[in-house]
């Protein structure tokens, strides 16, 4: 009984530990286009992420300001904008999901 217990806790905590890996971060082959702009409400921060490698990726932006963008399933060739409110805010990783 004892065993089986052990051997449970074990399990649990390896399933903890892997849910708690940081994901890797993207290929290098993703580009990342940074700019500020002004609108009427302010000024935002907009990132364009393009995948230029030759495969689909599940990618999510990591801002500067705690933010963690949601994820995205990125085709080779494609890619998207995201935005922020401020002018400081910028990406800090491209991350897999």
């Known amino acids: 009984m004892l ?3 052990a051997g449970w806790a074990t399990a ?3 399933a903890e530990a892997a849910q708690l890996t940081p994901a890797e971060a993207a290929p290098a082959c993703f580009s990342l286009r940074q700019w500020d702009d002004w609108t009427i ?5 907009h990132a364009e992420v393009k995948n230029n490698c030759p495969r689909a990726y599940r990618v999510r932006l990591i801002w500067d300001d705690d933010f963690d963008g949601s994820c ?3 085709l080779p ?3 998207f ?3 922020r409110v ?3 805010p910028s990406v800090e990783e491209i991350r897999l999901c």
């Open 77 to 79: 060739g494609t890619g």
């Open 41 to 45: 409400t302010g000024f935002r921060s």
């Open 3 to 5: 065993a089986a217990t």
């Open 72 to 74: 995205r399933s990125i």
């Open 12 to 14: 649990a905590t390896t």
């Open 81 to 83: 904008t995201e935005w």
């Open 86 to 88: 401020g002018k400081m």
